[in-house]
């Protein structure tokens, strides 16, 4: 049997798990929206509501981080800002979801 060549560190990573889809979508902007599971705020109705209003497909969606009070939605750069207007534009009991760019660490 032949044996298999070590993996070299300087080959490109794949994504490990076939639903890591941010990591097969190029740039990526972070985005903070002000409420989260306290406030009542699901992933699943936050996704729909966004790509209801602005037209967007889920594919431009990377990783979603629901906190307490807060939400981190990674996004396609280039459509960082669409999406920031459909956030601002969903309400949710009576709260207004206010979105902005996250701040970077």
Avoid: C, Y
């Avoid at 807060?70 to 009991?93: L, P």
């Amino acid at each position: 049997s032949t044996p298999v060549p070590p993996i070299l560190e300087t080959e490109p990573a794949t994504p490990s798990d076939e639903n890591d889809e941010s990591a097969m979508l190029g740039e990526q902007g972070e985005i903070f929206v002000n409420l989260g599971r306290k406030d009542g705020l699901r992933i699943a109705f936050l996704m729909q509501e966004i790509s209801n209003i602005s037209g967007l497909p889920r594919i431009i969606f990377g990783k979603v981080r629901m906190l307490t009070r807060s939400t981190f939605i990674s996004v396609t750069e280039e459509h960082v800002k669409a999406v920031i207007d459909a956030i601002n534009r969903i309400e949710i009991d009576g709260q207004k979801l206010r979105a902005e760019p996250a701040r970077t660490k």
